[in-house]
């Protein structure tokens, strides 16, 4: 780990070599194409809204690396019908506000013209974004927030027609984490009584009413401790629930900062000893969390949307899902985490769909070319003509486990996959084995 | 039910810490530090940095911490605070505020993002406890926050009792203008005050890392606990801290007991209550009696 100052003069090299490079490659481009980008009408506009700072900035550390390769492949155009356009992407950080997301959203839409919008990385980035567009009449993309809150988050009703025109959305929903979870409890013999623990918020509401009867009708018994605020330090009535009613299983959706607080009490209450399978969603996404817990950590299961053992290839980065994640490893010194492959299969998907458009230029054709987008993507295979609903696509989730790293790494913790039934062309990488108390 | 009460009394060890900070401010420097809960965080970043950069360990780490918590206390009380003062209640307050911001983006600059735990570094503490009868089980690191608390009260206690520091900080509290009459120089006091409170405040905030995750923005979440621990206790008194983080925690666990919905809100419930009994009787206490007040107000 470097120093703050040390990290900070990185920085500045690595700013310096981007610069460098994009300036190296501006002149490398063919000076019959650099003319004829310099008309606005040939170059598309694109842009990336994102929380690159603030509390759920972790989500967007990754996004200047694939953002820089992104701009590197497509550094001499692209082609459609017949036609070579320039790309721009237009980068902008939330810093992991709403309000300052749908600020962003404006910005681009009013000040920047964008012809497409992406946006990725939670409900409070992608909605706010996605309503400024649907407003503006923008095309938008977004990934990585569940889809149900993203089309019933916004007012869309069940088995009405779709409100939305503008706006496309590809990220697991309710249904991947009940085909997810119904396999991976089932790789551990346990009681099948399941502890749940769900904040009173719009996620935990969601979980509680759409996902809860889908487990009960595959076969588990639900005890759940009913809706409880975010920010709790106290969760022993919530433990002593779950270890009277004798729960193996434990699952919880909580805000991820609370899980650490939840989990030590639940090992000086004697419930981690008792569960087999601890099943977080929302919280462990990223390693740092997990050294947050130290050895309590081992052994702790999770839901992952792309891994770097993930079997395809990002074509806009033009990297396999292993080249991405060391690519990241050599460019931020951190470990890889699953957002980075899951922001390159936006900009997969974003690239295809320029492609595909009749006339990129031109908005209806653009929300057209989505409505029928059909890519290939570092998480998987899209296809926005399947369903669930007319804005929505859904991409599989693997069952991964938290495992103490082998020796020689450098880092402590490793992910494993341990469940793929709901995306069964992901090999699995380990056995998956109860929790244990400190592994 | 029992175990829901010794955990609330368990919790109001942690309350008791970080609000005794806050309530030192207001009963000497007369001011309200909206940054309290940020200063807490920082120094837990700093303790977290002396043990993860430096290599320290973690107590020796926490000590290494809180004296530089309190010459930064210090610092604040003479650049900004005693400043901002002269212009009335409001501008501490704004000042404060922005503070706080100044804090939470300054960490987030230097230690990025990432959650961080003290939990991980202190062994099985953070999660190993004692199995008692009548199926309670009392956490080791709670236990330890509750005798800290306790110590760290007592002492305190001691130091305004009976050193000459402490007199002129008690002084200073009830009449800084008369105390200055009397040779104690109050911009001094209220910035040894200062120093003291935001070592506190850097103590209460190790014991959250211990306990929970830190971000660079979790600071005002816990502001809310230690004020009403603070107004609940009795502003300025000590003891009345303690009390204040036991009623808080207890209302809370026991709010939880009934539903887990009701854990924050019963502690809201019961600062609200203890607020309004206060206003009720000042209230009383201007208008000569119970029974004049309540005529008074109907007519």
Not at chain 1, 158 to 164: I, L, N
Not at chain 1, 188 to 209: C, F, K, Y
Not at chain 1, 382 to 411: R, Y
Not at chain 2, 186 to 209: D, M, N, P, S, T
């Amino acid at each position: 780990m470097s120093t703050g100052a040390e990290k900070r003069l990185q920085l500045n090299r690595r700013r310096f070599v981007t610069l460098a490079g994009g300036a190296t490659a501006a002149l490398a481009v063919p000076a019959s194409v650099r003319s004829a980008f310099a008309q606005g009408d040939d170059v598309i506009r694109v842009g990336f809204v994102s929380p690159q700072s603030g509390p759920i900035g972790i989500f967007g550390e990754g996004d200047p690396y694939v953002l820089d390769l992104v701009r590197k492949a497509v550094a001499e155009g692209i082609e459609v019908g017949g036609k070579r356009y320039g790309v721009e992407f237009i980068s902008k950080d939330t810093q992991s506000d709403p309000v300052r997301a749908a600020q962003m959203a404006k910005d681009l839409i009013n000040g920047d013209k964008v012809d497409l919008m992406l946006s990725t990385s939670t409900p409070e980035t992608v909605n706010p974004v996605a309503d400024a567009c649907e407003a503006a009449g923008v095309p938008s993309l977004s990934a990585t927030s569940p889809w149900e809150a993203f089309y019933f988050g916004r007012g869309a009703k069940p088995g009405e027609p779709s409100p939305f025109k503008w706006t496309y959305h590809f990220c697991f929903g309710v249904a991947n984490f009940a085909t997810l979870y119904a396999d991976q409890w089932s790789k551990v013999e346990t009681n099948r009584r399941v502890g749940v623990l769900l904040p009173s918020d719009a996620d935990g509401n969601a979980i509680r009413g759409l996902l809860v009867p889908q487990l009960e009708k595959a076969g588990f018994t639900i005890v759940d401790a009913g809706p409880y605020e975010s920010g709790n330090p106290d969760f022993s009535t919530q433990i002593n629930l779950f270890k009277r009613e004798g729960c193996e299983i434990f699952n919880t959706f909580p805000f991820p900062p609370d899980f650490a607080v939840f989990w030590r009490q639940a090992a000086q209450k004697g419930f981690a000893q008792q569960v087999k399978i601890c099943q977080m969603a929302k919280a462990g996404l990223f390693a740092p969390e997990l050294e947050a817990l130290g050895p309590l950590g081992y052994g702790l299961h999770a839901g992952a949307y792309w891994h770097r053992a993930y079997p395809f290839r990002s074509p806009s980065t033009g990297l396999s899902s292993l080249e991405l994640a060391d690519g990241f490893e050599a460019w931020s010194g951190k470990q890889w985490n699953q957002q980075v492959g899951a922001t390159a299969a936006l900009f997969d998907a974003a690239l295809v769909a320029l492609k595909s458009a009749a006339n990129p230029k031109d908005k209806a054709s653009m929300a057209a070319a989505l409505a029928g987008l059909k890519a290939e993507t570092a998480c998987g295979a899209i296809d926005f003509t399947s369903g669930p609903v007319p804005n929505c696509t859904p991409i599989g989730l693997v069952g991964v486990q938290w495992v103490k790293a082998k020796e020689g790494s450098k880092h402590p913790f490793d992910l494993e996959i341990v469940s793929n039934a709901d995306h069964p062309s992901v090999p699995l990488t380990a056995e998956m084995t109860a929790y244990t108390v400190q592994g | 039910m029992l175990d829901a009460i010794v955990q609330g009394i368990l919790l109001g060890g942690y309350y008791a810490i970080l609000a005794a900070g806050l309530s030192l401010m207001f009963g000497v420097v007369r001011f309200i530090n909206l940054a309290h809960g940020d200063l807490a965080v920082l120094g837990a970043y700093l303790a977290l940095f002396c043990v993860e950069r430096l290599g320290l360990q973690v107590w020796l780490s926490v000590a290494a911490t809180l004296p530089i918590m309190a010459a930064l206390g210090w610092f604040l009380q003479a650049a900004i605070f005693a400043r901002t003062l002269r212009a009335g209640i409001l501008l501490p307050l704004l000042a404060t505020f922005g503070l706080g911001a100044l804090l939470q983006n300054g960490m987030f600059g230097l230690f990025g993002s990432d959650t961080k735990s003290l939990g991980n570094h202190i062994g099985s503490l953070s999660w190993s406890s004692w199995q008692l009868p009548l199926d309670v089980s009392i956490g080791k690191l709670p236990t330890f926050t509750f005798v800290v608390a306790v110590l760290v009260l007592g002492a305190l206690h001691q130091f305004l009792a009976r050193t000459k520091v402490g007199r002129a900080i008690r002084a200073t509290s009830i009449d800084a203008e008369a105390a200055e009459l009397v040779g104690v120089e109050a911009a001094r006091i209220h910035r040894v005050a200062a120093a003291v409170a935001v070592a506190l405040a850097a103590l209460a905030g190790v014991f959250l890392a211990m306990r929970a995750l830190i971000t660079p923005y979790a600071g005002p979440a816990q502001l809310i606990f230690a004020f009403e621990s603070v107004v609940i206790g009795g502003i300025g008194s000590l003891w009345g801290t303690l009390v204040g983080g036991i009623v808080l925690g207890v209302a809370q666990s026991l709010g939880a007991w009934l539903s887990p919905q009701f854990f924050q809100l019963a502690g809201h419930l019961i600062f609200l209550a203890v607020l309004g009994v206060r206003l009720w009787r000042t209230h009383v206490a201007e208008h000569g009696g119970w029974r004049s007040a309540v005529l008074g107000a109907r007519t």
